[in-house]
């Protein structure tokens, strides 16, 4: 069983940054691939970022690439999402989820455990 903790989450202007933090249980984290999701109220689950096992490899959903950046620190069982350049469309609760097993993926069906998200609220 993994519990993913994700903090980090707030109200910032559009042209903002923060970093979101996710914080997971377990000893075998650091063979896990992560990921990042968001959803907006009645939008579909995104695909935002997500990292391999030993952060050697990353993906980006084209919306917020060159603005985020995925990280992980296996050391202390964590996974980062920092945001730079926010805009109001990026406003959404972001989830981290864990992929147990085999590389990562942009596809939410095939992560294992999730965390209970993060509301990120972008004002213009």
């Known amino acids: 069983q993994v519990q993913l903790v994700e903090s980090g989450g707030g109200l910032v202007q559009a042209g903002g940054s923060l970093r979101l933090s996710c914080a997971a249980s377990g000893r075998t984290f650091s063979s896990y691939a992560m990921g990042w999701f968001r959803q907006a109220p009645g939008e579909e689950r995104e695909f935002v970022a997500a990292?391999?096992?030993?952060?050697?490899?990353?993906l980006y959903a084209d919306s917020v690439k060159g603005r985020f950046t995925i990280s992980r620190d296996n050391a202390k069982n964590t996974v980062y999402l920092q945001m730079n350049s926010l805009k109001p469309e990026d406003s959404a609760v972001y989830s981290c989820a864990a992929k147990t097993y085999g590389y990562y993926s942009s596809n939410y069906k095939v992560y294992d455990y999730w965390g209970q998200g993060t509301q990120v609220t972008v004002s213009s």
């Open positions: 990292i391999s096992w030993n952060g050697g490899s990353t």
